[in-house]
C-alpha cells in the first residue's frame, strides 16, 4: 500500500503566539418571544363586546360595537389594550 504524502511543511513546529493582535470573541443575545397578557372576559363583558368578537382583540384587532346611551345607539370602538392584561417582557439568555 502506499500512503498518501503530507504537504511540505506538516510536520514543522507551529509558529508562536502573537500576542500583539487583540483576540475577537462574539456574545450571543437570545431574547425569547414576547407573549400577550391574559384576557380579561369580564371587562369585554362590562364593554358590550360579543363573544365573535372577542378572538379580534385577543390576536391585537381593534373592535367596533354599537352601544346604547341615553336610549340613542352610538358606535364605540373597543381596542385591545382595553380588555388585555400587561404582557410580562421576553426572557433574555
Known amino acids: 500500500m ?4 503530507l504537504p511540505r511543511g506538516f510536520q514543522l513546529q507551529l509558529p508562536p503566539p502573537n500576542f500583539d ?4 470573541s462574539y456574545v450571543y443575545i437570545i431574547v425569547g418571544p ?6 380579561n372576559a369580564d371587562r369585554a363583558t362590562e364593554l358590550g ?4 368578537d372577542r378572538a379580534k382583540l385577543a390576536r391585537g384587532q381593534s373592535v ?8 340613542k345607539l352610538v358606535s364605540r370602538t373597543v381596542r385591545p ?3 388585555l392584561a400587561e404582557s410580562d417582557p421576553p426572557a433574555v439568555g
Open 21 to 24: 493582535v487583540r483576540p475577537v
Open 64 to 71: 367596533t360595537i354599537k352601544v346604547k346611551v341615553d336610549g
Open 81 to 83: 389594550h382595553e380588555v
Open 49 to 52: 363586546v360579543f363573544r365573535e
Open 2 to 5: 502506499h500512503r498518501a504524502q
Open 34 to 39: 414576547r407573549f400577550r397578557g391574559k384576557f
